[in-house]
């Protein structure tokens, strides 16, 4: 079986300012990753993915996270927020080696920037 | 065109009512996937379609039937709903296994 931890139901962070969105993961074998960002009402949107190679992945709007094996973490980071940056954020998990196709998620971070 | 669309964007039905909700995409993706999200929570895979084939099905109730008529287009059909399936339906695909999957904004459905 696979999962997905995200300790945080809430980040709360000042624009301008770092922020970090944490996850762990829990797979038999080795994983892809994935963050998404979805915004009210709306669909997932793909933000960034590790799938193999370099451990620090760049994804859009800014964002990058940064793969370690051994503490089995994948947090998300960008160097300064944005209000706009508010919106729930979901790591998610797939297994390369059992070739099953579909994602288990995290139970997701809000994010919140204050102006 | 990396966009997947859904149709409707939000449907309310009774319980004794048959409605179908309809996902397209045209990236060439070989795989499409049904989820359900309910408010606040994570998605939750339904059902995946690989190459027009159904090859997962989470012990999703009858209720909920899936189809996939070509390589471009995903039904879910619904008949005899329960109130507690409202939810936000959301269809993804992907361009090969495991690879990242585009979302669609979701059909917001509610029975009543």
């Known amino acids: 079986a696979q999962s997905v931890a995200q300790p945080e139901d809430q980040v709360n962070v000042a624009e301008g300012n770092p922020l970090t969105v944490k996850c762990t993961y829990s797979v038999s074998g080795n994983p892809y990753l994935f963050w998404y960002v979805q915004y009210p009402n709306r669909g997932l949107q793909f933000l960034l993915k590790?799938?193999?190679?370099?451990?620090l992945v760049k994804g859009s709007y800014g964002f990058e996270a940064e793969f370690n094996k051994s503490q089995t973490s994948f947090h998300l980071k960008k160097p300064s927020a944005l209000v706009s940056d508010s919106a729930l954020y979901f790591c998610a998990v797939s297994n390369m080696d059992t070739g099953r196709r579909a994602l288990t998620f995290g139970s997701g971070t809000r994010l919140q920037v204050q102006p | 065109d990396t966009e997947v669309t859904q149709t409707p964007k939000h449907l309310v039905m009774g319980m004794t009512n048959k409605k179908s909700l309809k996902c397209e995409q045209h990236m060439g993706h070989r795989a499409m996937y049904w989820y359900k999200q309910k408010a606040k929570k994570p998605p939750e895979l339904m059902f995946v379609y690989s190459y027009e084939k159904l090859s997962i099905n989470e012990s999703v109730p009858s209720r909920f039937s899936p189809e996939c008529p070509n390589s471009s287009l995903l039904n879910l059909h619904l008949h005899a709903l329960q109130p507690e399936d409202s939810a936000l339906y959301l269809c993804?695909?992907?361009?090969?296994?495991?690879?990242?999957?585009?979302f669609g904004p979701g059909t917001r459905l509610t029975v009543t």
């Open positions: 590790y799938i193999t190679g370099d451990n």
């Open positions: 993804a695909s992907s361009p090969e296994r495991d690879y990242e999957q585009y």
